[in-house]
C-alpha cells in the first residue's frame, strides 16, 4: 500500500503547551516532509451573544487581535526551528475553520495538539470530532498528551 505524500501540511497552535508540542512535532514533521507549511489560530467566537451587535463587534475585535498574537508567536517559533511558514488569523468555530482553510488550502495533514483541559478540548467533544474528519479529506494527527 502506497502512503499519500504529505506536500502541505496545517498546523494548527492555539499557544498552549499541547499547542506548543503539536508545532514542534509537527514543525520536525514539515521539515522531513519538506512540505509546504501553513499556521493557523483560531479564535472561537461560537459563543457570543446575539445581544448588542456593538458588543459583539467589539468582542470579535478582541478575538482577532488575540489570534493574531498568538499566529504571531507560532510563526516566531517555527521561524526559530528553521521553518518559513504561511499564517492564518481566524475567528469563529474551530472546526468551521479548520476545515474550511484546510479544503481551500488542500492540504494534506492537518496537525493539531489535544488536552483535555487545553483550546481544542472545548470542541473536540461529542461529535465535533466526528465533524472534523467529516469535512476534510486529508489526514489529521493529533498530539494528545494527559
Not at 506548543?20 to 519538506?34: E, M
Not at 521553518?83 to 474551530?94: Q, R
Request: charged share 25%; aromatic share 8%; net charge negative.
Amino acid at each position: 500500500m502506497d502512503m499519500a505524500p504529505f506536500d502541505r501540511v496545517l498546523l494548527c497552535y492555539d499557544a498552549t503547551p499541547e499547542g506548543r508540542l503539536a508545532l514542534r512535532r509537527g514543525a520536525l514533521l514539515a521539515q522531513q516532509l519538506g512540505a509546504e507549511t501553513h499556521v493557523l489560530s483560531v479564535s472561537d467566537s461560537t459563543y457570543l451573544s446575539n445581544g448588542f451587535d456593538v458588543l459583539s463587534s467589539v468582542k470579535y475585535e478582541i478575538d482577532e487581535e488575540a489570534s493574531r498574537e498568538t499566529l504571531k508567536e507560532g510563526i516566531e517559533r517555527l521561524k526559530a526551528w528553521g521553518l518559513n511558514a504561511t499564517g492564518h488569523a481566524l475567528v469563529g468555530n474551530a472546526v468551521d475553520q479548520i476545515s474550511r482553510l484546510a479544503n481551500s488550502l488542500k492540504v494534506d495533514l492537518i496537525v493539531i495538539g489535544h488536552h483535555q483541559r487545553g483550546f481544542f478540548a472545548r470542541w473536540w467533544t461529542g461529535e465535533n470530532h466526528a465533524l472534523l474528519l467529516e469535512r476534510v479529506s486529508c489526514g489529521v494527527l493529533f498530539e494528545v498528551s494527559d
